[in-house]
């Protein structure tokens, strides 16, 4: 059964601060990882990443993957008060196409 | 583009009582997914539709839970009778049949069973 574990569950940070969010997971045939950042509402596409070793970057946010240690680490720079949501981490496998597995979520809070 | 929407956004009912949810992706999403989010948890995908197919129902709970994906557009998703442990948010969301398939997911619709 494929598997994802986040870390830490909750982070209290201030604004400015950069924070690192972990994931790792146990997959049968990977094919692909992404990262969701969820608010009040439904979660919001971040990243997909499929190979080891190329960062992905969008803004103050980047993420990248390492397919041989099975995990990836999401980081934000210079937080702000509106990043403060769920970080949520996923993976698919080749064999079940577009099936994604959910880690139970990193909490992050920042405060002013 | 519009999102995928959702409706309704919440709902209350009673244990037994039975509960619909309905589900329109974005224009063009061949594939189709229901979600059941318990308060705390990442979300766990109960079906997933490919057009009006169902690709993968391994972890609908069959004697409660129905969906269907009629015309491969919208869909349905049906609890029936309701518990209390069904308590959860129920996220709809949708994606391309080809690269990049990344999901897009709905604003849910909050279920309370009391």
């Known amino acids: 059964e494929d598997k994802v574990v986040q870390s830490p569950l909750s982070l209290v940070v201030h604004e400015g601060d950069t924070v690192t969010l972990n994931c790792s997971y146990e997959?049968?045939?990977?094919?692909?990882l992404l990262w969701y950042k969820q608010e009040k509402k439904a979660p919001t596409f971040l990243f997909m990443l499929t190979s080891s070793g190329i960062e992905k970057k969008s803004g103050r946010l980047s993420s990248i993957l390492d397919k041989k240690e099975l995990f990836s680490i999401l980081n934000i720079t210079a937080t702000q008060t509106g990043d403060s949501a769920v970080y949520l981490c996923?993976?698919?496998?080749?064999?079940?196409?577009?099936?994604?597995?959910f880690g139970q979520g990193t909490i992050l809070t920042v405060h002013p | 583009e519009a999102g995928v929407a959702q409706s309704p956004r919440y709902k209350i009912i009673e244990k037994r009582q039975s509960v619909a949810f309905w589900c329109n992706p974005i224009s063009g999403h061949a594939t189709l997914y229901w979600y059941q989010q318990i308060l705390g948890q990442g979300p766990k995908l109960l079906i997933q539709f490919q057009n009006n197919g169902v690709v993968d129902d391994s972890q609908l709970p069959k004697d409660r839970f129905s969906a269907e994906r009629l015309k491969g557009v919208d869909s349905t998703l049906k609890i029936q009778p309701a518990k209390l442990e069904d308590s959860a948010v129920y996220l709809c969301?949708?994606?391309?049949?080809?690269?990049?398939?990344?999901?897009?997911f709905g604003p849910g619709t909050r279920l309370t069973v009391t």
């Open positions: 969301a949708s994606s391309r049949d080809r690269e990049p398939h990344e999901q897009y």
């Open positions: 997959v049968t045939n990977f094919r692909s």
């Open positions: 996923a993976v698919e496998a080749r064999t079940s196409y577009g099936k994604l597995t």
